[in-house]
Every structure is written in C-alpha cells, then in structure tokens.
C-alpha cells in the first residue's frame, strides 16, 4: 500500500479521534466554567497539570521507546520487550502515585489551594497506574500500525467519561464531588477498552507480565526519551503551573479556556505525527534518509493546511468565542490570540522533535526542551506578575516561536530535511486570503450578539477557505490522500495495493 494513503487513512481516524478528545476536553472546560466556576475549573486545571507530568515521570520514557523497539523487532523478541516496558512503567507508576498522595499537601499549599485541591489532587494520583498501563498498552498497539484502539480509549472514552461523570456528580452532591469522583472510574473504563486490542496484537498475557525482566536495552533509549518527554510537558503546562504559583486557581480558571482553546490546534499535529512516528523509525533503521525527507514535507504541509483555517477563527473571532464559557472569560481574548499562533506554531513544526526522537536525535531534542523551559520559567516569572494572564500567553508564544526556529534549523542542517517552502503556498495564500475578508466583515459582525457573530464568522471562513484551495488546485497526491480518509472511499483501498 502507498505510504501516503496509509498515513492518511490512519491519521483520518486518529484526527477524528483527537478532534473528538479535545472536543470533549473543551466540553469539559465549558462545563465545569458554567456549572462549577472559574476557581473550580482553575483547580481542575493545576490538578491535571501536576498529575500528567506525574504520569510522564511514571511512563520512563517507554512509551516513545516502545514505538521504536516494537517497530524493529518479530515474534518472542517483541513480546519480551514489551511486557518489560508495561511491568516496569506500572511499578514506577505506583511510586509516583504514592508520593503525589503523601505530598499532596505541600503541593496543594504552593500552588495557593486548600482542601479541595488537595482532595482533588489525592484522587487524580490513585489513577496514574491505571492511566500509565493504558498508555503503554496504547503504544504497543500502535506499534503495530493500528491507531484506532489507543485513540478509542484515550480520546474518545476516557474524556467523554470525564465530563459525564462531572456532570452526574455535581448533579447529585455539587461541586466538590464533581472534581474529586471522575479521575479512577475514568482510567478502569479507559484501560478495560484497549485491554483485549493489547492482547490481541502483542500477545501478551499476564504470565509475560509476572515474569517479565527489565530490558537495559530499551532503558537506555528510554530514558533520554523520558527527558524529553518530560520537558515537553512541563513546557505544555507550565503557564497554568506559574500562573497557579503566582497568582490564584481563580485566575488559572480565566486563563484554562483560553489554553485549553488553542489547543484544539493541536489535535490535528498529533493525529498525523501518532502514525508517522513508526514509519519515522522505520525509515531510519533501514538508513532510508529520503523517505524521512518525504514523511516530514508531507506531513507537515498536511498539518498547515488543516489547522490554519481554525487557527484564524480564533486569531481573529477571540471575544466571541471565549464568551462561549460566559461574561468574564473575555478578558482572556488577548490571551487566546497569542495561544492560537503559539499552537499554529507547534503543529506546524512539532514533527521536527518527532523525526529527531525517531532518528537517534533524542539528546539534541532533550537540549531544545531543556532550553526552551528554563527560558519559559524566566519569562513567566517576568512577564505574569507585571501583565498577568496576557503575560504567561506572551512568554509561551515567544519560547514556542524560538523552538520552532531551532528545530526547523537542526533539521536542515542535521538530517538535510527542510520545509518545501514551494508546496505550502496554496495553504498559506488561502489564510491570507480568508484572514483579509473575516477582518473586512468584522464591523458586520459587532452589530451581532456573540455567538451569532461567532457563528456566521466561522460559516464564511469554512466557506471560504476550503473553496480557495480547491481554486489553487490539489496534487494528485493530495487528493488521493484525502479520498483515502472519507469513509465510503475506502473499498478503494484494495487497489492501492504493491
């Protein structure tokens, strides 16, 4: 089958997969902002920032490690090596799970929390095992090219059990349950799902798992990995963490839409990259340096052309989608406009750290995230007690903005891969395009309530943009890959085959 069609099939249901996490996620924030409050949903929001680091620190690293081990090795090799990631990733889970619990008070106080933080907080730790387990489970399938298990259990059931569960418990027993009861019931409901796919593609029991050993081999691919990893999500969260730190949950709770908003972005660039890393590895274990170049060209235009048309909606529309979550979540608009480019950004030229972790360039990836979250730190500190929310927004663009730069020239001086510059005209063209005539209808657009404004704003652009693509021309390329997506195209697929 064509690498291009099998890219894109997977990444049609990992992007409906994702589009639906983070819908769900955004449901969840607009939920909890009208039913529970800013201050709840900022307590949400440290809550979830301290537990997903915890799980990244739990995941050792094996999660990305798995990608590549399972992609080079068959049969009982395979199996070993994976029933090593899952009994050592859950062993180290149940440590992290336990000092969260134990510490959940220091932390709680440091982040300008009380009880309710920290009871919150105690609940979220005791489901990181079970979360770690579905995660490296989720990898191991898709090691196997098979993205639809994973993103089934991780973006679809788990986040829509989350915000059912909030809501069935502030039904009956108000705020405080409506934080505190949904982390574990979420986690069993995830890993119940993905745990037949796991058996089913790695066949891996629970004897496999009893006396499976550690493997040093994958650790010390692992860990470095786990760097990464690791200062990438500190980097994702840490404007809601500094924000926590210095100033109130209640401030968090203003600013978590306008992230968690942004970040609809990002669905698209993890949709794409969730597939393409494998292919990445594999590439790059048979020393196939052009079929790397032509991974990162076309996924990356792919993901410019899909996340420019939101990214202008909410660039341009920013007060009328924030009131969404009610009246004084607008002062976060100059936030959200700053969050949208930064996430632009991200997905435009996040595959880079993928291909370099891929590639055998984890510990330049681990300088870029090193860097680029001391330099975070120093800018939040600076920026977030003189200007505030708009402060923390402004330091995360500008470190997003340099990352980018970086790894856009360590790409190309490294692995001799650059941005086909020629390709992505259409897409960019487009937006301008489309930006121009959403600015020109904005005076039209005062004159209506928010979310009619909001409404018709993004109607025209939808109309406008996919129309002026369409004018530019596809690729035939192109446009194999998108009749691969759509569902009732997909009987074609037996005539792809090599």
């Not at 909606?313 to 924030?322: C, D, Y």
């Not at 596809?474 to 005539?495: A, Y």
Request: some cysteine; glycine content about 8%.
């Amino acid at each position: 089958m064509k690498q291009e069609v099998t890219i894109a099939r997977q990444a049609g249901i990992s992007m409906a997969g994702f589009a639906f996490g983070q819908l769900a996620r955004f449901g969840y924030s607009l939920a909890a902002a009208r039913l529970l409050g800013a201050e709840a949903l900022g307590i949400y929001a440290l809550v979830v920032s301290v537990v997903q680091v915890g799980e990244v620190v739990a995941a050792l690293g094996l999660d990305a490690a798995l990608l590549r081990f399972a992609s080079l090795h068959e049969g009982e090799e395979r199996r070993r090596a994976v029933a090593s990631a899952l009994r050592t990733g859950v062993i180290s889970a149940l440590v992290v799970s336990a000092l969260l619990i134990i510490f959940s008070g220091r932390i709680a106080s440091a982040l300008h929390g009380g009880a309710l933080l920290r009871l919150t907080l105690c609940s979220a730790a005791a489901a990181i095992p079970v979360s770690v387990a579905t995660l490296l489970a989720g990898h191991a399938v898709q090691a196997s090219m098979r993205l639809a298990p994973k993103v089934l259990a991780t973006q679809v059931l788990a986040p829509t059990a989350l915000l059912l569960l909030m809501i069935g418990a502030w039904s009956f027993s108000g705020v405080e349950a409506a934080l505190v009861v949904p982390f574990v019931p979420t986690a069993l409901l995830a890993f119940a799902w993905i745990l037949p796919a796991f058996g089913k593609a790695t066949g891996v029991g629970p004897g496999d798992l009893l006396h499976a050993r550690r493997d040093l081999g994958m650790m010390r691919v692992a860990l470095p990995l786990l760097a990464v990893s690791l200062f990438g999500m500190f980097s994702h969260w840490i404007d809601i963490m500094m924000l926590g730190l210095l100033t109130d949950p209640k401030t968090v709770g203003l600013y978590h839409p306008a992230a968690r908003t942004a970040g609809l972005l990002r669905s698209v660039f993890l949709a794409f990259s969730g597939i393409a890393a494998p292919m990445i590895a594999a590439c790059h274990a048979r020393g196939d340096q052009a079929g790397i170049r032509k991974l990162y060209e076309l996924v990356s235009r792919w993901v410019l052309t899909i996340a420019l048309l939101p990214a202008l909606v909410l660039a341009l529309l920013p007060k009328e989608v924030l009131s969404i979550f009610g009246a004084g979540f607008t002062e976060s608009s100059t936030a959200l406009v700053l969050l949208a480019a930064s996430a632009l950004l991200q997905a435009w030229f996040g595959l880079g750290s993928t291909v370099l972790a891929m590639a055998g360039g984890e510990r330049l990836s681990l300088v870029n995230q090193s860097v680029a979250l001391f330099l975070q730190v120093g800018l939040h500190l600076l920026l977030i007690p003189r200007y505030g929310l708009d402060g923390a927004a402004l330091s995360t663009f500008a470190v997003t903005l340099l990352l980018s730069a970086a790894r856009a020239a360590e790409m190309r001086l490294l692995l001799g891969i650059g941005m086909a510059w020629s390709k992505i005209w259409k897409p960019l063209l487009a937006a301008a395009v489309t930006g121009s005539a959403l600015l020109g209808a904005r005076s039209l657009l005062a004159a209506l309530p928010p979310l009619p404004a909001l409404a018709a704003g993004a109607a025209g652009a939808s109309l406008i943009y996919p129309m002026l693509i369409w004018m530019f021309r596809l690729q035939r390329e192109e446009l194999e890959v998108i009749f691969s997506i759509i569902p009732f195209r997909n009987h074609q697929s037996t005539n792809d085959a090599t």
